[in-house]
């Protein structure tokens, strides 16, 4: 018995050539000098390539009709590993006889007769055939290693440096149009090209950069759009749109200006350049209206404010100022006669006003007076139309007039044409008669 081979062997035999006696008996105990070691638990493949190690010296058994292959186990006392597996041991080659590769070529004319090739292909004529020739092309430069393998080219030329040599190369200036269409082979690299390879005027995607105002308030007006270009050109930029039709020329920057809210379209032009056009839609808005509504609760004395139209509002409630941008708010009402305004920081959005009365009586205020307006609240009382007539205290008619409530059923009139005194106050609904007393300072 001979061992097969040295821990050199290839392509990949023994993991290890040590012994008992190279080692010192340390940590190889009993190990014979040619065997696979080690704390591998993956499956790994051995192998040994007879032809290749005869090349080396070693012993060539390509030829022998009869061999006998043993593996030896041996255990090594100081080491517990996994173990071993062997499996799918396998003698691999081809039959020596008169058609090594059986491509149905006789060995002695065929020109690779260990790989099948029936059909002999040799590019080059170089009684080698394609299939096992290394340089095809017979130009010096192994096919692994040449971009136009199956063509001389020894430069390895390669104009559009898209890994295929010049001479080979379907589409020299690598703009997809085969030469043989291309009406103009030499397009910069990356140029766009019409359908006979020639290049397209074209701009980046990004060229034009637009920003959008929208109008300030409803119905101002002064919406705009501005324009800015990275590459500068003879451009003409085109606004449509709300019975609009404006073309402005510019190199880099322009602007449109008071644009009315709604839907335009904008597009580019560039002077020599009949074919270019480029589009964007534009929105202009506008802000919406401030809208305000109320509910009071008279269980608590609260008021729940609803606001939209507006991202900041400042509301004023019997003098307070409140700030939220939220749409709904809840405050106190504190005061029989609350007055409330809400409003934007936009003029334009107008402001809301509302007296709120927390009374089902009828009420009048101020009590005594010593100037102004004498506001009536009606209460449940609340009609249309009333009457109110001004007594003095020894019953001379003084005032008498017909008027009509607002929606919370109040009304007022001046009382600084009359002296100080006392005075009775009637007032004549479609329901009742009412009298009151009123003091003026």
């Given amino acids: 018995w001979n061992v097969l081979g040295n821990i050199n062997s290839q392509p990949n035999w023994y993991n290890s050539d040590r012994t008992s006696e190279s080692s010192g008996g340390t940590d190889c105990d009993n190990c014979p000098g040619a065997q696979w070691v080690g704390t591998n638990t993956t499956m790994t493949e051995y192998a040994y390539d007879f032809v290749l190690n005869a090349a080396a010296g070693e012993t060539n058994l390509t030829n022998e009709n009869n061999i006998i292959f043993r593996i030896v186990f041996k ?30 070529v006789l060995d002695v004319d065929d020109n690779c007769p260990l790989i099948g090739n029936a059909n002999q292909a040799d590019n080059d004529g170089d009684n080698i055939g394609d299939v096992c020739d290394p340089d095809d092309d017979n130009d010096g430069v192994l096919d692994v290693d040449d971009n136009c393998p199956f063509t001389p080219n020894a430069d390895q030329a390669d104009a559009d440096n898209d890994g295929m040599g010049d001479v080979c190369d379907t589409d020299t200036d690598n703009d997809g149009v085969p030469n043989a269409n291309d009406l103009c082979p030499n397009t910069p690299n990356g140029a766009v090209v019409d359908v006979d390879g020639c290049e397209v005027f074209s701009l980046p995607s990004n060229n034009f950069s637009i920003m959008i105002t929208g ?5 101002s007006d002064n919406g705009s759009v501005n324009i800015t270009a990275e590459t500068s050109l003879d451009y003409t930029a085109t606004l449509t749109g709300n019975g609009l039709n404006i073309s402005n020329s510019f190199n880099t920057t322009t602007s449109f200006t008071d644009l009315a809210s709604g839907t335009y379209e904008v597009c580019f ?9 480029r589009c964007f839609d534009l929105n202009i808005e506008q802000p919406d209206a401030l809208s305000v509504s109320s509910r009071v609760s008279s269980l608590d004395n609260k008021v729940v404010i609803n606001l939209s139209g507006s991202a900041l509002y400042t509301i004023t409630l019997n003098g307070i100022v409140y700030k939220t941008s939220k749409s709904e708010i809840t405050l106190p009402l504190d005061q029989v006669e609350n007055t409330l305004s809400v409003k934007t920081d936009l003029d334009c959005q107008d402001t809301y006003n509302k007296t709120i009365i927390l009374s089902q009586n009828l009420l009048v205020y101020p009590n005594p007076i010593s100037a102004g307006d004498l506001s009536v609240y009606l209460g449940s009382q609340t009609t249309n139309t009333s009457e109110i007539s001004l007594f003095t205290v020894s019953g001379t008619q003084v005032y008498r ?5 607002d929606q919370s059923g109040k009304f007022s009139f001046n009382m600084d044409s009359f002296p100080s005194g006392v005075y009775l106050l009637n007032i004549k609904t479609e329901k009742s008669l009412l009298n009151y007393k009123i003091i003026k300072r």
Avoid: H, L, M, R
Wanted: a negative charge; one cysteine or more; aromatic letters at 6%.
């Fill in 269 to 277: 032009t560039v002077a020599g350049q009949a074919d270019y056009q």
């Fill in 401 to 405: 007039k017909p008027v009509n409530t």
């Fill in 75 to 104: 255990s090594d006392p100081n080491t517990n590993e996994e173990g071993v597996i062997i499996d799918d041991f396998t003698v691999e080659g081809f039959q020596d006889d008169d058609d090594d590769d059986n491509d149905g």
């Fill in 215 to 219: 109008e300030s308030c409803i119905s």
